[in-house]
């Protein structure tokens, strides 16, 4: 099968000055009297993994562990400081619900604005809308400015969108466990379906059980450092162990 | 594709050759059909008011009771002055001196016999050559009643300078060719214009969103993007003709074109300054070329000044402002500014992520930025105090004096300034691109 995400190497620093230094007046100050202080903080330190098309990976770890840096990178967002990534076919990422999300607008300007900047025309958009409402079950709520959705509606918004632009890589970031039972129920199901459709899904999740579920395999990071990577199941089991 | 070649190459040169039969329809309509053909600013006296400072040259030359036309810091070079009045005129009744540099007096060694064409009772003189100030004396024929109307000042690096003609069509035509070869062929070029592509709905997205924001809740929506420069050209206009006494002809109209422009490129530059900064959620969670938020308020200012442009022509048609064909051709001094401005945004837009101080410094140099600029006051002024040298450094005064001829005076910009605007434009934002793809990475850790 085709490689469809691979990370080599990959290293990510944060360079955090100890005071937040942001005027230049300062900036000068602190350079000429040698003060500029760093501290690295590495988030990743060398991780090399890679994803075949279809496949569906879980990310494990404590807070802190880098697994949301390691979302970031794979959508992106972030430059590794070292090390590459490599991302073939479109990414749609549900890295915090509501990417790009004007409260201001209402539920079907929202459909629009999102899909663009998941890179589609208003035409594509319009295609897949009756299917958006459909699967959101906001059908008397589209012409309501979202800043007046609960958050439980604007996550199945999101969700709907991502889900339905039918990317070719879904990147979700522990946003399965907003919304009612039946609603979660219904996000797996369409995971799964997606899954056997061929799209490769990444996940972060604190919850095992769905890691699990859905996964093929997983990863468990600690520290910004792969601990473990293999079967879901194995990994998630050797994970619970140190919970207790 | 080969469809698209040619449909390219015939629209570029199409647009060429519109470009050059307004020039030389403008040419010779000045020239052959004797229209009339107004430079108020280039005026410092008026034509009819006599000038009576010349005690401090020669006494002999001319009596205080002749008319004088005195055209101070033309700095041009002069093809031919017209001059009509009630009187006809004759030979030998007008003596003509130059001076040919700054501060220089007038004096008799630089006089000059000249030709002369007599037509519909108007007279032509050419002088032919480049002068700093020029005064016309008319003797003896010349009684009180004589009132002369016109003064063309004809520079002729655009009215008969066929390579000028050229020149002036060409760099509006590169500028197109360029926007229609990235729209035509697109695809073709790199990944950066395939990214790009895949992003215009969501500029075009976030246009729409800050529009709907901008007029959302007032009653008159975008008209108030006319309504505004139209009651500050009503301010300035009676605080500058009771007050401030500037001879600057159609002064509401001076006022405002001036602003159109120094305000476009304004709401450019602060627009795209804080346009990563407020993205910021955006950019954190999901991957956008961040070249497209500064692009994003460009754009935005640039629909902005479209409306405010109809504020320009509602005062021109208010003080009568002759409406010349060139008008049209306003857009192309704006594209340059917004090159331009999209440069400089994205060098301020990069260097605010780090220091938001920038913020606060560009206000100050903007206040600063609009006294350099002739805006409320008349161009020769910077001239005559000897500060001509800001002019030839401000690249928003070539903005501002292309949008000028174009709009106001009926005439093309010449090759030199159309250089001068092509290379501020370029320059800027070969700058901005650079240091915005350099530091770029970094913006999602400090925002």
């Known amino acids: ?242 919970k207790q | 594709m080969k469809v698209k070649k040619k449909i390219y190459a015939v629209s570029v040169i199409l647009f060429f050759l519109v470009t050059f039969v307004i020039s030389v329809y403008s040419v010779s309509k000045d020239n052959f059909f004797n229209k009339t053909n107004n430079y108020p600013n280039k005026i410092f006296m008026k034509p009819d008011i006599v000038f009576d400072g010349w005690n401090e040259y020669d006494g002999t030359l001319t009596s205080v009771f002749d008319p004088q036309i005195i055209l101070n810091g033309a700095d041009c070079y002069v093809h031919s002055v017209r001059i009509s009045g009630s009187s006809n005129f004759t030979d030998e009744k007008i003596r003509i001196f130059y001076t040919e540099k700054e501060g220089e007096y007038f004096s008799p060694e630089k006089t000059r016999l000249l030709d002369y064409n007599i037509i519909n009772g108007g007279m032509y003189i050419y002088p032919d050559m480049y002068v700093y100030s020029l005064r016309l004396d008319i003797t003896e024929e010349a009684n009180v009643d004589l009132t002369l109307k016109n003064v063309e000042l004809n520079d002729n690096s655009i009215v008969f300078s066929f390579t000028g003609l050229v020149m002036q069509c060409l760099f509006p035509t590169i500028l197109f060719a360029a926007v229609l070869g990235l729209i035509i062929f697109g695809s073709a070029l790199s990944s950066y214009v395939q990214v790009f592509k895949k992003f215009i709905p969501l500029l075009q997205n976030l246009i729409s969103r800050d529009l709907k924001v901008k007029y959302r809740r007032s009653v008159l929506g975008f008209l108030w993007s006319i309504l505004n420069p139209l009651l500050m050209a009503l301010v300035l206009n009676i605080v500058f003709s009771k007050l401030f006494r500037f001879q600057v002809e159609y002064f509401a109209t001076y006022y405002l074109t001036g602003a159109l422009m120094f305000n476009f490129v304004i709401e450019c530059t602060t627009g795209s300054m804080m346009s990563v900064i407020s993205a910021a959620p955006l950019i954190k969670k999901v991957y956008i070329p961040k070249y ?59 260097m605010t992520v780090f220091f938001r101080d920038i913020e606060h410094l560009y206000s100050v140099w903007t206040t600063i930025w609009m006294y350099l600029t002739p805006i409320i006051y008349p161009e020769e002024l910077l001239q005559s105090s000897g500060l001509a040298v800001i002019t030839k450094l401000n690249p928003m005064y070539y903005y501002v004096h292309s949008l000028r001829n174009v709009v106001m005076y009926g005439t093309f910009p010449s090759a030199i300034e159309n250089i001068m605007c092509i290379t501020f434009a370029i320059v800027s934002l070969a700058l901005g691109l650079c240091l915005f793809k350099k530091v770029q990475d970094k913006f999602i850790l400090y925002i």
């Open chain 1, 1 to 242: 099968m085709d490689t469809i995400i691979e990370l080599k190497d990959v290293t990510m620093k944060f360079r955090m000055t100890t005071q937040k230094v942001d005027s230049i007046k300062e900036y000068a100050i602190r350079k000429f009297k040698r003060q500029l202080q760093y501290v690295d903080f590495l988030a990743l330190d060398g991780i090399s993994f890679d994803v075949k098309k279809g496949e569906v990976v879980g990310l494990i770890g404590l807070n802190g562990s880098g697994k949301s840096t390691t979302l970031k990178l794979v959508s992106g967002i972030l430059k590794p400081t070292s090390g590459s990534v490599t991302v073939k076919g479109n990414i749609s990422p549900l890295i915090e619900l509501g990417a790009g999300f004007d409260y201001d607008l209402t539920a079907r300007e929202n459909v629009y604005l999102n899909g663009s900047v998941l890179g589609f025309s208003h035409a594509e958009m319009d295609s897949k809308m009756e299917e958006i409402i459909e699967f959101s079950e906001l059908h008397d709520f589209m012409d309501t400015a979202i800043k007046n959705f609960s958050s439980g509606m604007i996550a199945r918004l999101a969700f709907s969108i991502a889900t339905n632009i039918k990317p070719e890589i879904l990147i979700v970031d522990e946003i399965l466990g907003v919304g009612d039972f039946l609603f979660q129920q219904k996000c797996e199901a369409r995971i799964n379906d997606m899954m056997s459709g061929g799209t490769t899904v990444l996940i972060v999740s604190h919850f095992t059980d769905q890691i699990e579920r859905l996964c093929d395999r997983a990863v468990w990071l600690e520290k910004g450092k792969i601990k473990m990577i293999g079967e879901a199941r194995e990994v998630c089991a050797e994970y619970k162990k140190i």
């Open chain 2, 292 to 350: 497209l938020f500064p692009m994003q308020k460009c754009a935005f200012a640039f629909i902005n000044m479209l409306f405010s442009s109809v504020a320009v022509v509602v005062v021109m048609l208010i003080q009568g402002v002759p409406f010349h064909a060139h008008i049209l051709l306003f857009i192309v001094p704006m594209l340059y500014a917004l090159v331009f401005a999209y440069g400089m945004g994205l060098i301020l837009a990069a």
